[in-house]
């Protein structure tokens, strides 16, 4: 008599089927996992970009109309980890909601958490400005007007893109604006708010 025993029989295709279950549900929680771990580090953010100051260096005033030279001073940070790409950018000068100046910044690049800062002036034509009370907006103590004033807005707008990773690109768009208080008399800032 031989002492052979019998091969083990072949799993069966219910063992399979959980073993591929199984692995699938692994590499669905490793992708999970992956996905929250690049959209934490590499989820691209809009640049941060502040006005840090606002002059005027001429200003001329003829019966209600006004000309002038405006002066900004910003700051523009980049908190992503990849270059940000700047274009189709513009400063723009508003007054009683109608545009009266405009400026479009050059082209650039700013580095992975990194600032620029940008100069920009330039020329405000002859517009007509309104001296009823309503444009008066500086107010002193107990609600007495210190000096007559006119309130104007100035707004930045930076479109761009941000690299990822070296292989994918993000539409990034970033907006700032203050508002600038001028007295009429002078053309000093009397105080600009963002």
Known sequence: MSNHKKPPPPP???TNLASCIVATIFLIFIKIIVLIIFFTLFKPKNPAISITAVQIPS?????TTVTFTISHYIAVY????GVFTYYDSSLQLLYAGNQVGFMFIPTGKIEAHRTIYIAATFPITSFPISLDNDSYPVEGINGFRVRPSLEIVTRMDMAGRVRVLHFFTHHVDAKAECKVIVAINDGSVLGFYC
């Open 12 to 14: 069966s295709g219910r």
């Open 78 to 81: 980049n908190p992503n980890r």
């Open 59 to 63: 200003f001329s005033t003829t019966n």
